[in-house]
């Protein structure tokens, strides 16, 4: 299974890539949609950090580890997680426009091992347009928000 979603944001490249490698921010985010990140261990973000990771999904709590697989400032970062019942992949990628926009890419590539984990994906799968149409909405709500608070701070 693969997602892909690409949004044209009016900021500097170098400024979306600090943002989404905010880690600390990501670990102290306390909001109401039931998303959790917490680092395993105390020592700097660096390739082989994991994370432990809580999401709400249809209605139950999803737990996993992710690892820092690929970060090559300012223009790549990837994250991997693997277990017994599926394995997967995000990536992101700022590529610059021109001097004031970039372009964000986000890839999602996942793969189920085994029956149960098969009929989630499945499900995830049946629900593949509404799922697109949130993540393009977050998108650009994000891309908003950047562009404000960009606009803000210069």
């Known amino acids: 299974m693969q997602f892909k979603h690409t949004q044209e944001i009016d900021v ?73 019942k599926y394995e997967g992949v995000m990536s992101m990628t700022v590529k610059p426009v021109s001097a004031t926009k970039c372009t964000l890419n986000i890839q999602i590539v996942a793969k189920s091992h085994g029956f149960a984990s098969g009929l989630v994906f499945n499900t995830i799968r049946l629900a593949r347009k509404r799922i697109n149409r949130r993540a393009n909405s977050e998108l650009t709500k994000f891309a908003k928000r950047m562009a404000k608070e960009h606009k803000a701070g210069a």
């Open 12 to 84: 500097p490249a170098e400024y979306i890539f600090s943002r989404i490698t905010d880690f600390n921010k990501f670990e102290n985010h306390t909001g109401t949609a039931g998303f959790s990140f917490k680092r395993q261990g105390r020592l700097p973000v660096r390739i082989g950090t994991r994370w432990d990771i809580s999401v709400p999904v249809r209605g139950r709590t999803r737990r996993f580890s992710a690892e820092l697989s690929q970060y090559i400032p300012p223009r790549t970062l990837s994250y991997k997680s693997a277990s017994t």
